[in-house]
């Protein structure tokens, strides 16, 4: 069969237009395209005879061999039967705004079509009209009107429903010999009950001049311009261990998502997003409650486990046990993680040995055993190993501290001795599983989506860095340099990746992770998307980020740096600054004990670390050891010799030490204030192109290498939480992919400005007041009142002084705000959803938090303080929810 494909799109002078054929398997065929005109490209190619369907997509290529894909993934079309000859006639696809439609969340949830109208092609048809479109309510289809008898002569109620049998491509078969070219029309949007055009296309007349009869001939058009408002929606944002329910466990767990389910359907929302919930135990302790510290990206926790769903203990006593501990851990207003997995983990044991043989020998569980093996086995053997050592840290282990396939697949075999204690592991995230599913299915049924959190980073100690090391930078920390949240930055202590060495196989690792996500969530927020465009990379010997550097990035010679007018001074620029007036400003009284204890002279009033303090983890080491709470002097002291070890105005590049990085917020230290008016003023202008130039071109490169490989191994909808040092980069990559952006009030991307407005956030957004890094919008208000203050009379609105606490009234015009936004997405922690109620709102809202970012020890314990019955018993606080979304729009 011969098949001709035509392309209307404007190449940049030196691209070439491609056309790439998938076959079943997934491998490819390229065409190079010729360009026939301005903006037109054509190739033919051969097919198969009886081909039914075709795969295909377009792409341009560069002269350096670069590849871009067009938006919206790999076109399929259907071709009819005994087509001889073929003429496609296709525009390229570039971002409208529809790709997000495309996801599971619309195609299986919002936009899901229980019956589809079918219009049944003539044996003699040869020309096919064809919009591609997703963005289409259910109760909705799409018509056309044309400037022909078959096509309604533009009468309105003549017009044709086009078959939708190939959702999201509309269609309508003809023949060429019942219309006299050109051919001129429009699709329309009607109500499927009352046949109501609910809107015209916004674009101009679509227009066909003419086609060849002796061929089929299939024109997909570009977008539908609506001009009807787009779909909108709101939900709900909390961990699932906030969860409170008279049924859980001292901490929410997969079950109560289900009620919060209800919540969601009761009020008129539709999505709830969670938190990461992978296992995290590395210490069995409350160190291991912090949820983006993965021990495994497939592995989820095993607190989360409703406990009955799994079995009832045989033994009365034992139940009475259990029941008694349920009492008490649900009284706590925190969740109390430590405990609560101590608890769990008996009742895991005892059901363990009641219950393991017959679910290994279900047909259920054999299937979750062969879909998951690739990482459940390392898992099993790697949660085994870690309990036996008394540690995670794998390279104290005393045998498999290096990972070896073979042996790990015949520890983890039924015929090893220790098949018994890692098989436990096996039943545990078998169970987390079918829980998870039921309650995924749940959530679908009563048209609820999920979303989840995908963290930027593992665990140093994890199964993924103790089976795949050569995929991570161990030797690096990965962060986030200053911001709002932390003058110091963040150092999370997760390795960086390897990203040269990912990208070998085509980004496999991440692509695994979203196809096992893909199984649970219909959603995900890409936690720190900056770090596909370049991460904070943090030497391992390093507390604070402040010594920090983005990794990739370029950074400067000694000859980059003079050509400046710098004069470089290797010590002065890349050793501490240790003056005496340096120590004595930051340690004041204390100085002279830091100079006697931590410091050795080293010229004229200058010093430098004692051998034992020469970096910020030895200094963070010698603290933790005191066996007593730190004084004041001691944190101090710690603090200012954390402090000390940042008194540097460059840092040396760590994969080439003759380059350097201008160090983060240098303008605050004292190694710059001591240097002369000419010298700062040179630093200032090479930070600023460092910092906010330098990079843009690359790091979009960057991302664009990863992102659209790593996003397409799934069809869910994605979320970037784009917060923080934002490149110049970040918004165009996001619109290209068309990836929803993170929109918060308190935290404006606008250069200059102190507060964003929800009415400014763009459609594709999230919109929300706060996250989990934040005070909610009660406990805010009332940490800086001059700050309260300007935003109740500039964000708000209102005159007059600002009250001191945030009444229900004033809560519920931040959330109208924000509902008022044009983003797709309003989705609202549940604390500031109570806020609007003075009964329901909690009274010390400073409880409220869930994460300090600037605590790497913050226990994540925050819990509802009403249960889930409690809260859908309010049938007055939850009417007004629902109120206020529909009046909305949402």
């Known amino acids: 069969m011969q098949t001709t494909f035509h392309l209307k799109h404007k190449a940049l002078w030196g691209q070439t237009l491609y056309l790439f054929i998938y076959e079943n398997s997934g491998q490819f065929v390229e065409y190079e395209m010729n360009c026939v005109k301005d903006d037109e490209w054509v190739v033919t190619v051969p097919l198969a005879d009886k081909i039914k369907e075709i795969s295909y997509r377009y792409a341009t290529k560069e002269k350096n061999g670069s590849v871009e894909f067009e938006l919206d993934g790999i076109r399929k079309l259907i071709i009819p039967e005994n087509a001889k000859k073929v003429e496609f006639r296709d525009f390229w696809c570039k971002p409208n705004g529809d790709s997000p439609f495309n996801t599971i969340a619309f195609t299986d949830i919002f936009f899901k079509r229980k019956r589809r109208k079918v219009v049944k092609p003539n044996a003699d048809d040869n020309f096919i009209l064809q919009l591609r479109c997703p963005q289409i309510e259910p109760n909705r289809h799409f018509a056309i009107i044309g400037n022909q008898k078959v096509l309604g002569n533009w009468d309105v109620s003549k017009k044709v429903c086009l078959d939708e049998s190939n959702f999201p491509i509309w269609s309508i078969p003809l023949n060429t010999k019942d219309i006299k070219f050109p051919l001129e029309y429009k699709y329309l949007i009607v109500d499927s009950k009352t046949d109501e055009v609910l809107a015209w296309d916004g674009s101009p007349n679509r227009r066909v001049e003419k086609v060849d009869a002796g061929k089929l001939t299939m024109v997909t058009d570009a977008s539908f311009v609506r001009t009807i408002p787009s779909w909108k929606t709101a939900g709900v944002a909390i961990p699932?261990?906030?969860?409170?329910?008279?049924?859980?466990?001292?901490?929410?767990?997969?079950?109560?998502?289900?009620?919060?389910?209800?919540?969601?359907?009761?009020?008129?929302?539709?999505?709830?997003?969670?938190?990461?919930?992978?296992?995290?135990?590395?210490?069995?302790?409350?160190?291991?409650?912090?949820?983006?510290?993965?021990?495994?990206?497939?592995?989820?926790?095993?607190?989360?486990?409703?406990?009955?769903?799994?079995?009832?203990?045989?033994?009365?006593?034992?139940?009475?046990?259990?029941?008694?501990?349920?009492?008490?851990?649900n009284k706590n207003d925190f969740?109390?993680?430590?405990?609560?997995?101590?608890?769990?983990?008996?009742?895991?044991?005892?059901?363990?040995?009641?219950?393991?043989?017959?679910?290994?020998?279900?047909?259920?569980?054999?299937?979750?055993?062969?879909?998951?093996?690739?990482?459940?086995?390392?898992?099993?053997?790697?949660?085994?190993?870690?309990?036996?050592?008394?540690?995670?840290?794998?390279?104290?282990?005393?045998?498999?501290?290096?990972?070896?396939?073979?042996?790990?697949?015949?520890?983890?075999?039924?015929?090893?001795?220790?098949?018994?204690?890692?098989s436990f592991f096996y039943f545990l995230q078998y169970h987390l599983h079918t829980q998870l599913i039921e309650v995924r299915d749940y959530a679908h049924s009563k048209g609820v989506a999920l979303k989840s959190d995908v963290p930027i980073g593992v665990s140093p100690r994890s199964v993924d860095a103790w089976v795949e090391p050569e995929l991570f930078n161990t030797a690096m920390q990965a962060g986030a340099p200053p911001d709002d949240f932390s003058v110091t930055g963040q150092n999370w202590g997760f390795p960086t990746y390897n990203w040269d060495e990912m990208?070998?196989?085509?980004?496999?690792?991440?692509?695994?992770?979203?196809?096992?996500?893909?199984?649970?969530?219909?959603?995900?927020?890409?936690?720190?998307?900056?770090?596909?465009?370049?991460?904070?990379?943090?030497?391992?010997?390093?507390?604070?980020?402040?010594?920090?550097?983005?990794?990739?990035?370029?950074?400067?010679?000694?000859?980059?740096?003079?050509?400046?007018?710098?004069?470089?001074?290797?010590?002065?620029?890349?050793?501490?600054?240790?003056?005496?007036?340096?120590?004595?400003?930051?340690?004041?009284?204390?100085?002279?004990?830091?100079?006697?204890?931590?410091?050795?002279?080293?010229?004229?009033q200058n010093f430098k670390f004692k051998p034992e303090f020469d970096t910020q983890k030895k200094v963070e080491a010698y603290f933790a050891s005191l066996d007593y709470n730190y004084t004041e002097k001691e944190l101090k002291?710690?603090?200012?010799?954390?402090?000390?070890?940042?008194?540097?105005?460059?840092?040396?590049?760590?994969?080439?030490?003759?380059?350097?990085?201008?160090?983060?917020?240098?303008?605050?230290?004292?190694?710059?204030?001591?240097?002369?008016?000419?010298?700062?003023?040179?630093?200032?202008?090479?930070?600023?192109?460092?910092?906010?130039?330098?990079?843009?071109?690359?790091?979009?490169?960057?991302?664009?290498?990863?992102?659209?490989?790593?996003?397409?191994?799934?069809?869910?909808?994605?979320?970037?939480?784009?917060?923080?040092?934002?490149?110049?980069?970040?918004?165009?990559?996001?619109?290209?992919?068309?990836?929803?952006?993170?929109?918060?009030?308190?935290?404006?991307?606008?250069?200059?400005?102190?507060?964003?407005?929800?009415?400014?956030?763009?459609?594709?957004s999230v919109c929300t007041t706060s996250t989990h890094d934040m005070n909610p919008i009660c406990a805010w208000w009332e940490e800086d009142y001059a700050l309260t203050q300007r935003f109740y009379n500039r964000a708000l609105g209102l005159q007059g002084p600002a009250p001191e606490v945030c009444s229900p009234l004033i809560a519920e015009k931040i959330v109208e705000q924000h509902l008022q936004s044009d983003a797709m997405l309003v989705i609202l922690p549940w604390q500031d959803w109570m806020a609007m109620d003075?009964?329901?709102?909690?009274?010390?809202?400073?409880?409220?938090?869930?994460?300090?970012?600037?605590?790497?020890r913050n226990f994540w314990c925050y819990r509802m303080h009403l249960t889930l019955e409690q809260l859908l018993s309010e049938k007055k606080f939850n009417a007004k929810v629902k109120k206020m979304i529909k009046e909305s729009g949402r």
Not at 281 to 299: E, G, T
Not at 307 to 312: A, D
Not at 339 to 367: C, G, H, P, T
Not at 548 to 558: D, I
């Open 503 to 604: 990208a070998k196989d085509g980004y496999q690792w991440w692509k695994k992770r979203f196809r096992k996500f893909v199984e649970y969530f219909d959603a995900y927020r890409i936690d720190h998307i900056l770090g596909f465009f370049r991460i904070w990379e943090i030497p391992g010997d390093a507390v604070w980020a402040l010594t920090g550097s983005f990794n990739p990035a370029l950074p400067y010679s000694v000859q980059d740096l003079q050509s400046y007018g710098l004069w470089w001074d290797e010590h002065r620029f890349l050793k501490p600054y240790l003056k005496e007036h340096v120590v004595r400003a930051i340690f004041g009284k204390y100085a002279d004990d830091v100079m006697r204890e931590y410091l050795v002279m080293d010229g004229w």
């Open 838 to 856: 003075k009964k329901l709102a909690l009274k010390n809202p400073h409880a409220e938090r869930i994460n300090v970012p600037a605590d790497p």
């Open 240 to 329: 699932v261990f906030s969860l409170r329910s008279e049924e859980s466990f001292g901490t929410g767990d997969f079950m109560d998502l289900k009620k919060m389910v209800d919540w969601a359907k009761l009020t008129g929302q539709s999505f709830i997003q969670i938190l990461p919930i992978n296992d995290t135990i590395l210490y069995h302790s409350n160190y291991d409650s912090y949820p983006y510290n993965a021990v495994s990206v497939y592995a989820l926790h095993p607190n989360y486990l409703r406990l009955e769903k799994m079995g009832i203990p045989t033994k009365k006593s034992d139940i009475a046990y259990f029941e008694k501990k349920k009492k008490e851990l």
């Open 637 to 764: 002291i710690r603090d200012g010799l954390y402090a000390l070890h940042c008194e540097v105005l460059f840092v040396r590049d760590k994969r080439n030490p003759q380059m350097v990085h201008p160090r983060i917020s240098m303008h605050s230290s004292h190694t710059f204030r001591d240097l002369d008016e000419n010298t700062r003023r040179i630093l200032d202008k090479i930070y600023v192109e460092y910092f906010y130039h330098r990079h843009n071109e690359f790091w979009k490169e960057q991302a664009l290498k990863k992102l659209p490989a790593i996003i397409s191994a799934t069809n869910m909808l994605v979320c970037g939480e784009d917060l923080g040092m934002v490149p110049d980069s970040v918004p165009e990559v996001m619109d290209k992919l068309e990836l929803l952006s993170l929109e918060i009030q308190r935290m404006p991307k606008k250069p200059g400005a102190e507060f964003a407005m929800p009415e400014d956030a763009p459609y594709l």
């Open 335 to 422: 969740s109390d993680y430590q405990n609560v997995l101590s608890e769990k983990w008996k009742y895991f044991k005892i059901i363990f040995e009641q219950e393991s043989e017959q679910v290994f020998q279900s047909n259920d569980y054999k299937i979750f055993f062969e879909n998951n093996k690739e990482w459940l086995v390392p898992y099993v053997v790697f949660s085994y190993l870690r309990d036996k050592n008394g540690t995670p840290e794998f390279g104290k282990w005393s045998e498999h501290s290096v990972y070896n396939k073979k042996e790990i697949d015949a520890l983890a075999s039924p015929k090893s001795v220790i098949y018994r204690e890692v």
